[in-house]
């Protein structure tokens, strides 16, 4: 068994969920830990099951409820060494114990779950996507990215589920109010923004 749910998506908050037989974990927790807790119930998921947490990136959409959900439920949370320090207010509500740092592109275990971080485009001090392993079944997570990138199609390769969130429309971007650096770099660098 591996199941896959998406809790939270968008930039309200973002928060998903994946588990097998008896491994379950969080990616992301960027709604109030209230609300987390709230919509795992939801999915009959009792919220002191969960074994651990992890971060693609510091965005507050996506780690808004990190500390307290940490704190509260004694959860390690797995997140690279600059991620880390790019949000420190999070940061300060973590245990010392429960800071699991890894290394974008080194493999890692939760439970029965084995689980490789890769680099992906976007803003933030070092972002990621995840790939997930249960035995022979893969699955993929990757947000916030501005455009594709070979290496990102690499580590998608043979997921039976991938999870794909790169959200701006053209046209809508073209009209915002955004400055035009800003633009640009949403657009991402194969699609230079013409004002
Ligand atoms: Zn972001």
Redesign the pocket.
Same mark, same amino acid.
């Given at each position: 068994m591996l199941n896959f749910c998406s809790l939270y998506s968008g930039s309200s908050g973002n928060s998903l969920f994946v588990e097998t037989a008896n491994t379950k974990i969080l990616i992301d927790a960027g709604v109030s830990s209230k609300k987390i807790e709230q919509s795992l119930l939801d999915i009959n998921v009792d919220p002191k099951t969960i074994d651990a947490i992890l971060v693609t $990136?510091e965005?507050t959409?996506?780690v808004q409820g990190l500390g307290t959900l940490s704190k509260k439920f004694d959860l390690p949370v797995f997140v690279n060494q600059e991620t880390l320090d790019a949000m420190p207010k999070q940061k300060d509500k973590i245990a010392e114990k429960n800071i699991k740092k890894f290394i974008v592109s080194d493999k890692f275990s939760i439970g029965d779950l084995e689980i490789k971080p890769f680099s992906i485009p $976007?803003?933030?001090a070092n972002?990621c996507g995840f790939s997930i392993w249960k035995e022979d079944k893969k699955i993929s997570i990757v947000?916030?990215i501005g455009h594709m990138t070979n290496d990102i199609l690499k580590n998608l390769e043979e997921s039976l589920f991938i999870m794909l969130e790169a959200n701006y429309d053209p046209e809508v971007l073209r009209c915002s109010s955004y400055p035009f650096t800003l633009k640009s770099r949403i657009a991402g660098p194969t699609r230079p923004f013409i004002k």
């Open positions: $990136h965005h959409d996506h $976007h803003d933030a972002p947000t916030d």
